[in-house]
């Protein structure tokens, strides 16, 4: 209960009713650009679709504050990457969702720790409702 009562903040902040938080999907992408602002970050990705053309998406992700903790520098981000992303997609089908984890061309893993918390959360109430 103390660990729902540490993120419930984040939660209010950070609106997640538009992602579907039990379901995360992954891919091969290329930093198309990363918003590095507050409240809350974002990254725009080019991701192939299944007809094999190149469309943007756009994530959002934690706080500026989230990513320096973990030791990322907005210079880390640097447009014409490739790197490995996980994420939540969005509920109405649109391409785009809530960033979960980015695999940076160095190795180098960003978790993103706000959303985690409520992606446990619905997965398990997904599984509840079984």
């Known amino acids: 209960m103390a660990a729902l ?7 209010a902040h950070h609106s997640l009713a538009g ?6 999907m992954t891919a091969e992408v290329t930093l198309k650009e990363f918003r590095w602002v507050s409240p ?8 192939k679709g299944a ?15 989230t990513f ?11 447009e014409g ?21 980015i695999k940076l061309p160095n190795g180098q893993v960003f978790k993103d720790v706000e959303f985690e918390a409520a992606g446990r959360l ?5 599984q509840s409702a079984k």
């Open 19 to 24: 992602y579907d938080m039990a379901k995360t």
């Open 5 to 11: 009562a540490m993120t419930a903040p984040t939660w």
């Open 51 to 65: 007809d094999g053309k190149s469309e943007n998406m756009t994530l959002a992700s934690a706080t500026p504050a």
């Open 81 to 101: 990457d490739k790197m490995e992303i996980t994420w939540h997609p969005a509920k109405n089908g649109h391409l785009g969702g809530a960033l979960a984890t």
């Open 122 to 126: 619905a997965a398990e109430q997904v």
């Open 68 to 78: 320096l903790k973990q030791g990322f520098k907005p210079r880390d981000f640097q």
């Open 40 to 47: 809350h970050s974002s990254a725009v990705f080019v991701i």
